[in-house]
């Protein structure tokens, strides 16, 4: 979710930078910095915290004097905003990175797999690291092969070692009008201007310069110069590629095209899980949790009880983390919505881990909550988007999700997010519990490397390539029943907290009245709610329970419901016992049901908008409460 933005052209580059990256603010970020090329060396300013500090950095230097009239005129340049991944929140870890000898800069989105054996190898060679960061790799290995051959061989043959998923920018002292970038699975874009190229990871960074753009495709390297693009595959071959002029005003280009934040941040789904388990699932097959805090290895180890704690979509995140505790982990886990839980009679204490899910960091009752179970003695875990958050200070440790900045007020890819790191972390505490066979454990963390793949798979069979909008069985599923007045969702197990999401998020943008319920209950009342027509929506992965399920959905079909499944793509024999089957993926039973609220999400959507509402500001709700 970082931000990238260059330029190479006439114009000085340094409040260009300033600008792009303010642009770019929405995405979410920690840190940032900015590198030009003035005279005969690289200047880089890096500062942690809001963009003003580094504009307050800028500032600094330009009265210090010495360099500061070459940085004034400099005219090429890459700057940088940064979501932690590898390494802590400090201005070491910010970017641009560069090389031992400061001749190559880089900026750098996403994640570098194989960092660890590339990084021994440059240190063998004699490369000197500065950063805790996968990162600084690039700015190495491009450098290394800057040795034989210019920017653009160094960039490819770089290329052709590195894996993981990201996009980068590189910049050379000795090539003072030329930028290279790479995308590999996250985005980058070209703006073209008279003799001035921009490069940028969103087009909101140079909208004001220039609307006539360049669409890099993955796998691809594109080298600039102020006279314009060229495009090159991973074998060097060049490849043409159209200008294309846009219309977009400025809210428009922050939601990257898309119709509104809420659909732009269900496509973000995949890239947003792939940041949150990258490093923490590579190397190897087991899990990394270092970047905890003071939750150390032995204290994880000796955990009596879990209770896990928040409000909404968070407190659903959570329900699903305790079927995943308990399986993996075969650990006693509770659960509590925050609004209760801080007035019941405290029964934790030392042993006991309390975790506060709250995708704002600010989520009142959950603060609340985790103050109270820390006065009573437990150690509390706060698993968050933000950064600097109030719950990252009330908290013995923190997890991040690493979704980036979600503005649509119904959440999405920050749910997922917080359901991956729940999964993570129960998986970390099977190992040290020892609770799973290794083979096991190889086999899920593998399963769990395959989710941003296989989110990616849901989004793009169920909607539209052209405009991103719902379409297929989703789009078939809204036309017939948005006009209802009344939802019911069911699911058993892990499958109900993806039942109670589907519910809220349908409630949430579309304001039918709809209710979720765990399956099993459902003769104890709602079955009194269904008549010939009702939609049903039912959770049916795969499950030891499934065939529980199968009979609930026979029993509502029963009674005239139109039954809408969620269920694998394997299992035909639902098709018998639905009118609508929306599929997923065949995985892991318990990583099943996260790929599910997928469709769900998608659903609730093509209903809003077939009720002609706002689905990014749905009425009466806001994005953190910050209330009682």
């Given at each position: 979710m970082c931000?990238?933005v260059?330029?190479?052209?006439?114009r000085?580059?340094?409040?260009l930078?300033?600008?792009g990256?303010?642009?770019l603010?929405?995405?979410?970020?920690?840190s940032?910095?900015i590198s030009?090329?003035?005279?005969?060396?690289?200047e880089?300013?890096?500062a942690?915290?809001?963009?003003?500090?580094?504009f307050d950095?800028?500032d600094?230097?330009?009265?210090?004097?010495?360099?500061?009239?070459?940085v004034?005129t400099?005219?090429?340049?890459?700057?940088?905003?940064?979501?932690?991944?590898h390494?802590r929140?400090n201005?070491?870890?910010?970017h641009?990175?560069?090389?031992t000898?400061n001749?190559?800069h880089?900026?750098?989105?996403g994640?570098?797999?194989?960092y660890?054996s590339l990084?021994?190898?440059?240190?063998?060679?004699?490369?000197v690291f500065?950063?805790?960061t996968?990162?600084?790799?690039i700015?190495?290995?491009?450098a290394?092969?800057?040795?034989?051959?210019?920017?653009?061989e160094?960039?490819l043959a770089?290329?052709?070692?590195?894996?993981g998923?990201?996009?980068?920018?590189?910049?050379?002292?000795?090539e003072?009008?030329?930028?290279?970038?790479?995308?590999k699975?996250?985005?980058?874009?070209?703006?073209r201007?008279?003799?001035?190229?921009?490069l940028a990871s969103?087009?909101?960074?140079?909208?004001s310069e220039?609307?006539?753009i360049q669409?890099?495709?993955?796998d691809?390297?594109?080298?600039?110069?102020p006279?314009?693009?060229?495009?090159l595959g991973?074998d060097?071959?060049?490849?043409?590629?159209?200008?294309?002029q846009?219309d977009w005003?400025e809210?428009?280009?922050?939601k990257g095209?898309?119709?509104?934040?809420?659909?732009?941040e269900i496509?973000e789904q995949?890239?947003a899980?792939?940041d949150?388990?990258?490093?923490?699932?590579a190397?190897?097959?087991?899990?990394?949790?270092?970047?905890?805090?003071?939750l150390?290895?032995?204290?994880l180890r000796g955990?009596?009880?879990?209770l896990i704690t928040g409000?909404g979509?968070a407190?659903?995140?959570g329900l699903?983390?305790?079927?995943?505790?308990?399986?993996w982990a075969?650990i006693?886990?509770?659960?509590?919505?925050?609004?209760?839980?801080?007035?019941?009679?405290?029964?934790?204490g030392?042993?006991?881990?309390v975790?506060?899910?709250?995708?704002?960091g600010e989520?009142?009752d959950?603060?609340?909550?985790m103050?109270?179970?820390?006065?009573?003695?437990?150690?509390?875990?706060a698993?968050?988007?933000?950064?600097?958050s109030q719950?990252t200070?009330?908290?013995?440790?923190?997890?991040?999700?690493?979704?980036?900045m979600?503005?649509g007020?119904?959440?999405?890819?920050?749910f997922v997010?917080q359901?991956?790191?729940?999964?993570?972390?129960a998986?970390?505490?099977?190992?040290?519990?020892?609770?799973m066979?290794?083979?096991?454990?190889?086999r899920?963390?593998?399963?769990i490397?395959?989710?941003?793949h296989?989110?990616?798979?849901?989004?793009a069979?169920?909607?539209?390539?052209?405009?991103?909008?719902?379409?297929?069985?989703?789009a078939?599923?809204?036309?017939?029943?948005?006009?209802?007045?009344f939802f019911?969702?069911?699911g058993?197990h892990?499958?109900?907290?993806?039942a109670?999401?589907?519910?809220?998020?349908l409630?949430e943008?579309?304001?039918?009245?709809t209710?979720?319920?765990a399956?099993?209950?459902?003769?104890h009342?709602?079955?009194?709610?269904l008549?010939?027509?009702?939609?049903?929506?039912v959770v049916?992965?795969?499950?030891?329970?499934k065939?529980?399920?199968?009979?609930?959905?026979?029993?509502?079909?029963?009674?005239?419901a139109?039954?809408?499944?969620v269920?694998a793509?394997?299992?035909?024999?639902i098709?018998?016992?639905?009118?609508?089957?929306?599929?997923?993926?065949?995985?892991?039973w318990?990583?099943?049901?996260l790929?599910?609220?997928i469709?769900?999400?998608l659903l609730?959507y093509?209903?809003?908008s077939?009720r002609?509402?706002?689905?990014?500001?749905?009425?009466?709700?806001?994005?953190?409460?910050?209330?009682e």
């Amino acid at each position: 979710m970082c931000g990238i933005v260059g330029y190479v052209g006439k114009r000085p580059v340094q409040d260009l930078l300033l600008a792009g990256l303010k642009k770019l603010e929405y995405r979410g970020y920690d840190s940032a910095g900015i590198s030009v090329i003035a005279g005969g060396e690289i200047e880089s300013v890096r500062a942690v915290g809001n963009l003003q500090n580094l504009f307050d950095a800028v500032d600094a230097r330009e009265s210090g004097g010495g360099t500061a009239v070459a940085v004034r005129t400099a005219t090429t340049g890459i700057g940088h905003t940064r979501w932690a991944t590898h390494g802590r929140v400090n201005e070491v870890n910010a970017h641009p990175h560069f090389d031992t000898s400061n001749a190559v800069h880089v900026v750098v989105n996403g994640i570098v797999e194989n960092y660890v054996s590339l990084k021994r190898r440059l240190q063998d060679m004699g490369a000197v690291f500065t950063s805790e960061t996968d990162a600084e790799v690039i700015a190495h290995l491009v450098a290394h092969h800057c040795a034989r051959g210019s920017l653009e061989e160094a960039v490819l043959a770089a290329f052709a070692e590195l894996e993981g998923h990201f996009a980068f920018v590189a910049m050379r002292l000795d090539e003072p009008e030329t930028l290279v970038g790479v995308r590999k699975e996250c985005p980058l874009v070209v703006g073209r201007g008279e003799d001035e190229t921009f490069l940028a990871s969103a087009i909101p960074a140079f909208l004001s310069e220039t609307r006539q753009i360049q669409y890099i495709e993955n796998d691809e390297i594109v080298v600039i110069t102020p006279g314009g693009a060229r495009f090159l595959g991973a074998d060097g071959v060049e490849r043409e590629r159209a200008v294309e002029q846009i219309d977009w005003d400025e809210e428009t280009a922050e939601k990257g095209g898309f119709e509104t934040f809420m659909l732009k941040e269900i496509h973000e789904q995949a890239d947003a899980v792939a940041d949150t388990i990258a490093d923490r699932t590579a190397p190897g097959t087991h899990v990394d949790l270092d970047d905890v805090g003071a939750l150390d290895e032995n204290m994880l180890r000796g955990v009596d009880r879990i209770l896990i704690t928040g409000c909404g979509t968070a407190y659903h995140a959570g329900l699903m983390g305790r079927y995943a505790l308990e399986e993996w982990a075969q650990i006693r886990t509770d659960i509590d919505v925050a609004s209760e839980y801080r007035y019941r009679k405290q029964l934790v204490g030392p042993g006991d881990l309390v975790i506060g899910m709250t995708q704002s960091g600010e989520t009142a009752d959950t603060l609340a909550a985790m103050r109270v179970a820390r006065e009573a003695g437990a150690t509390v875990l706060a698993v968050t988007n933000v950064v600097g958050s109030q719950a990252t200070r009330d908290a013995d440790g923190v997890l991040y999700t690493r979704a980036g900045m979600e503005i649509g007020v119904a959440a999405t890819k920050t749910f997922v997010c917080q359901v991956a790191v729940m999964y993570l972390l129960a998986l970390k505490l099977a190992e040290l519990r020892g609770t799973m066979k290794p083979e096991t454990m190889e086999r899920i963390v593998g399963e769990i490397k395959r989710l941003p793949h296989c989110i990616q798979q849901v989004v793009a069979a169920s909607t539209a390539p052209e405009t991103h909008l719902p379409a297929g069985l989703v789009a078939e599923a809204a036309e017939r029943h948005w006009r209802s007045d009344f939802f019911l969702y069911l699911g058993r197990h892990i499958g109900l907290a993806v039942a109670l999401e589907g519910a809220l998020k349908l409630k949430e943008i579309s304001y039918i009245s709809t209710d979720a319920y765990a399956a099993g209950e459902m003769k104890h009342g709602p079955i009194a709610l269904l008549e010939d027509g009702t939609p049903v929506v039912v959770v049916a992965t795969d499950s030891p329970v499934k065939d529980k399920v199968v009979s609930n959905m026979q029993e509502v079909a029963a009674r005239g419901a139109h039954v809408i499944a969620v269920a694998a793509e394997g299992d035909h024999e639902i098709d018998q016992h639905a009118k609508q089957v929306l599929r997923v993926p065949d995985i892991d039973w318990m990583l099943q049901p996260l790929i599910g609220t997928i469709p769900l999400q998608l659903l609730a959507y093509a209903i809003a908008s077939k009720r002609g509402l706002n689905v990014d500001q749905p009425r009466n709700l806001a994005k953190t409460v910050t209330v009682e």
